[in-house]
Nanobody
């Protein structure tokens, strides 16, 4: 499973770091992504990191402001969010996708979400 945490109320221009702690699977073998869902809107992709080489990809709306990192020894991924804007307000979800072993089935896991509110 995945457990998301770190959401909070923050002022515009502020920073926040979200955490995603994994358990029950081999976290290092999984690609990690972050999604968000704002009130009244559909869930959208924020950014992701490939497990093999650490390459990242980002939604244009957050490129240059957000960063993903992971600590496989702690089975945890992080989303560092800087220069936050009111439009970043949403529930943020961690997602892991991968296989326990080569040619095995693909598994997918979602965190329960953590709420980020950007407001003065």
């Amino acid at each position: 499973q995945l457990v998301d945490s770190g959401g909070d109320l923050v002022q515009p221009g502020g920073s926040l770091r979200l955490s995603c702690e994994a358990s029950g699977f081999t976290f290092s073998r999984y690609d990690v992504s972050w999604y968000r869902q704002a009130p009244g809107r559909e869930r959208e992709f924020v950014g992701g990191m490939i497990s093999d080489d650490g390459r990242t990809t980002w939604a244009n709306s957050v490129k240059g402001r957000f960063a993903i990192s992971r600590d496989n020894a702690k089975n945890t991924a992080y989303l560092q969010m800087n220069s936050l804007k009111p439009k970043d307000t949403a529930v943020y979800y961690c997602h892991a996708l991968g296989r326990e072993y080569s040619f095995g089935p693909t598994n997918t896991y979602w965190g329960q979400g953590t709420r980020v509110t950007v407001s003065s």
